[in-house]
Structure formats: C-alpha cells, structure tokens
C-alpha cells in the first residue's frame, strides 16, 4: 500500500523565502518512495511524501517548525492510494 503524509503551512509575513529553505533542509529518520515540495500564494509551503507502508504505519514527518517562522500550527494529513476504476 503506499501512504502519502501531507505536510502544509503558511509562513510569517516576509518569511515564505527562509520557511521553504527550512523545509529543504529538514532529512527524515526514513526514506520515502518519493517527497515533493510545493509553494503557494500567501507564503504558503506543501510537502508530500510517499511510503510503502500500512495506512497506520508510525512514519517519519516534518516537524514544527519555529514559531517565529509560521503564522499558525502546522496542518497534516494522511491519504492512502486507492485502485483506479
């Protein structure tokens, strides 16, 4: 099964460039099938990541990142892949 963590948060004013560079910089206790990072408007940064685990599998994630950084607490999800058709 593969399970993909959603990782998503919207940095302090003026702060979008030094969030996205922290989030690069952040190495996982793992290796996922695949990490994408992703911005947005309003300084917004996504990071998705695949595994090949169970749904409820305790994986690697980002962490918070200082509060100084962000405008609010970071948002997750989990989603795992389902069949086409």
Do not use: I, N
């Not at 979008?16 to 309003?42: K, M």
């Not at 200082?66 to 892949?81: G, Q």
């Amino acid at each position: 099964m593969t399970v993909a963590l959603m990782w998503e948060a919207r940095a302090a004013e003026g702060r979008g460039a030094d969030l996205l560079a922290w989030v690069r910089a952040q190495r996982l206790a793992g290796e996922p099938l695949r990490r994408e990072t992703f911005r947005a408007p309003q300084d917004r940064v996504l990071v998705v990541t695949w595994w090949d685990a169970p749904y409820d599998a305790p994986l690697p994630e980002l962490p918070e990142p200082d509060p100084e950084l962000v405008t609010r607490a970071v948002h997750r999800w989990r989603f795992e892949s389902v069949a086409d058709g």
